[in-house]
């Protein structure tokens, strides 16, 4: 592949490929000599339009371990305040040599008008509300190296479906790679039609308690009151209450079952402190997996089999 914008455009074997990659990658971590020489000379240009901590960070932290170039891009700060348009920005990227654009922005669909303007590989880092593809890979990377598998697995995400980024990759991607959905939400954050738009086979339930025992994994999405209108939310803690993880809640998954959030959390609302640091709990492990499984994905983009 020469981009990667979305979860469907990973087929079962791309995005087995990517997963077993970045188990490799991970092996570097733990070495004396932490960089490879795999892309030197190239240059990943990180394009943020939006605040992110760790997709922003951990990219950096991937590019600079395969010895790539790095450029970090923040619309703060830059012409962008003076009103230059992205076609224009990713343009004057190109003129100083990006061979990868790595780039979040508020407006869905950008990074695919993106892919239309440069030479270079584009990755979606996240799309207003659309895909978060990458999310997705280290989603499923971690939910593998927990439970040793992804086909047959039945992963409940849970919460603010509709402006989730993070729930409509991880819909596209674990269902080409073999596990079974349920989306869990208040209706009025659970898009109409989603779950048979995205991956016929997806189910959509509305009461978590009667989810829960039923599950390997359940992901806990961040409430994402800043892309919200107050009249179809209910209260903080109405919603903490029926769709909230506490430590009862959590009590009702089976032994084996691992909580996950994409982060940043809103602790005390979708989750609470004492599930979010509890053993079960993978939040900082995804983290760390978002740096070898991001690797990956540059070293096939622009260092693999495809140049
Ligand atoms: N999970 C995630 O995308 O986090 P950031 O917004 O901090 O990058």
Redesign the pocket.
Known sequence: IRHLLSGADLDAATATQILDTAAEMATVAGREVKKLPALRGRTVVNLFY?????????FEAAAKRLSADVINFSAKGSSVAKGESLKDTALTLQAMGADAVVV?HPASGAPHRLANWVDGSVVN??DGTHE?PT?ALLDAYTMRSRLGRLAGLHVAIVGDVLHSR?ARSNVLLLSTLGAKVTLVGPPTLIPVDIAAALAPGTDVCYDLDAVLPGVDVVMMLRVQRERMNDSYFPSAREYARRYGLDAPRMRRLPEHAIVMH???MNRGMEITPEVADSPRSTIVE?VAN?VSVRMAVLYLLLGGNNR
């Open positions: 939006e605040d992110s901590t760790r997709t922003r960070i951990s979040r880092a996240g978060h999310q993070v994409p982060g940043p995804q978002g």
